[in-house]
């Protein structure tokens, strides 16, 4: 029969760093594998554990045989080789400064931020392209948030028309039409619409 990985014997205050880490952790990878590590101190296989946390089997045995072997260390990331961050505090700072302004006031022949606006600004600005969901994670981990905008009826009406049928209305309710409409008090409001886009 072969031998079932599973994780060292924990302690009690262990497990309650488990629990800890679980419950209060913003980093979701940690949670995951300390959801690992504690499943494993249950019991539970490396295949049980991967279909219940959808995982695969290989990323859970090695989940288990790191932390075998480092401890509680290995549950947080390494930092990584390679190229550094695409992010600099540059670009967080310019990326604030976009959004209190409004893109007409920088030259754009729009009065409305959309993430892949700031993705081109940005990109103009800092020669860096950040992807949709990158740019959108970097907004939520520093609470930026930029203005939507706001849709109202008000510029497509005939302001002429609009100020004519106003003074019908305030004419009827002072009661002045209210017998016997005749041709004179016309109740037609047909509202004439122009170009829709801002």
């Known amino acids: 029969m072969s031998h079932v990985l599973c994780v060292r014997a924990l302690n009690a205050e262990e497990s309650e760093q488990l629990r800890r880490l679980i419950q209060t952790s913003l980093d979701a990878r940690v949670v995951r594998r300390a959801q690992v590590i504690r499943l494993s101190s249950r019991g539970k296989s490396p295949s049980e554990i991967a279909d219940l946390l959808e995982r695969s089997c290989s990323g859970v045995r090695n989940t ?8 509680f260390a290995s549950l947080t990331d390494k930092p990584r080789q390679g190229r550094p961050r695409k992010r600099t505090d540059r670009y967080v700072a310019l990326l604030k400064e976009a959004v209190e302004v409004n893109p007409r006031d920088m030259g754009y022949p729009f009065s409305c931020w959309t993430l892949e606006r700031l993705r081109e600004h940005l990109a103009l600005e800092t020669h860096i392209l950040l992807s949709p969901p990158h740019l959108s994670r970097l907004m939520a981990e520093n609470d930026i948030v930029y203005r939507r905008p706001k849709h109202g009826m008000a510029h497509l009406r005939d ?10 209305l305030e004419f009827v309710k002072k009661g002045h039409c209210v017998q016997k409409l005749d041709s004179s008090c016309s109740t037609s409001m047909s509202v004439r619409f122009t170009s829709t886009r801002p």
């Open 64 to 71: 288990i045989h790191r932390f075998n072997t480092e401890g």
């Open 159 to 168: 302001p002429q028309e609009y100020n004519e049928k106003k003074a019908f």
